[in-house]
């Protein structure tokens, strides 16, 4: 009975440990429940439940005595697609039998410790040559280009640079959009750009929370209205500190 117990547990640790990579990775909650309880499935524990929140995950398993549950806090949450794509793959090898409990735990602690973000110059490359592609896509002129790029490549790495000194939930995105705002008033004053509506739109889609508002959406069609609502909120909030950096700007011309 004690081994049943610890295997239990055991089982529980491997899937609460898939749940925390995804859900801190940007998967959706409906994804994640499905996944736990697929894998808890795999190892012999057919009655599971889960109730996942964007900050939370509490998992049951049923068919023992007493229940077990567990509960892990989500604190830091980003936007790693890979990652989550890696756990899927290792939730099919454990339905299909190819790895054991062991050897699934193994893999998702190495998934856990991966770092795969790209070095951060691309990441601001990225932005930069994205900043102009947006501005270009909501009919800005070429004339705008370079200067949208560079509103947008010093907007991220200002994003960048105040979410680590000063990790405050919407302040980064906040200073973020008022430098990218300064910046396109600048280029325009100065005569290199021309459109500042476009070159701002441009500058600042990077900031967009676009996974997240996805994300919210399909949770809300999957019935999770909880998570659904919160990260709604999360991106209406950080949609509104986009736009009051835009306006305190704007308010000074």
Not at 10 to 27: F, N, R, T, Y
Not at 102 to 120: G, V
Not at 240 to 251: E, N, P, R, T
């Amino acid at each position: 009975m004690g081994k049943q117990v610890e295997e239990t547990y055991d089982i529980m640790e491997v899937c609460l440990l898939a749940g925390k990579i995804m859900l801190q990775s940007g998967g959706e909650t409906y994804r994640v429940e499905d996944t736990m309880m697929r894998m808890a499935a795999s190892f012999g524990i057919e009655k599971t439940h889960s109730y996942v929140t964007p900050t939370g995950i509490i998992f049951s398993a049923e068919g023992t005595e007493p229940t077990k549950t567990k509960l892990i806090r989500i604190s830091e949450r980003s936007t790693d697609l890979k990652k989550v794509a890696m756990v899927n793959s290792v939730s099919r090898k454990i339905s299909s039998g190819e790895v054991n409990l062991r050897e699934a735990l193994e893999h998702l602690q190495e998934i856990d410790s991966l770092n795969l973000t790209f070095p951060f110059m691309i990441q601001v490359a990225a932005a930069t040559l994205a900043s102009g592609c947006f501005m270009i896509m909501f009919e800005g002129s070429w004339n705008d280009f370079i200067p949208s790029m560079i509103s947008g490549g010093i907007g991220y790495l200002s994003f960048v640079y105040f979410h680590r000194f000063v990790p405050i939930k919407f302040f980064s995105e906040f200073l973020a959009s008022f430098v990218i705002g300064l910046m396109s008033f600048i280029f325009v004053k100065l005569g290199v750009g021309h459109q500042l509506d476009k070159i701002i739109i441009g500058s600042v889609m990077t900031l967009v929370p676009g996974l997240l508002v996805t994300n919210a959406i399909r949770d809300l069609m999957a019935g999770h209205l909880v998570s659904g609502l919160s990260k709604g909120a999360e991106a209406f909030l950080t949609a509104f500190a986009i736009g009051a950096g835009i306006a305190v700007v704007l308010s000074f011309l």
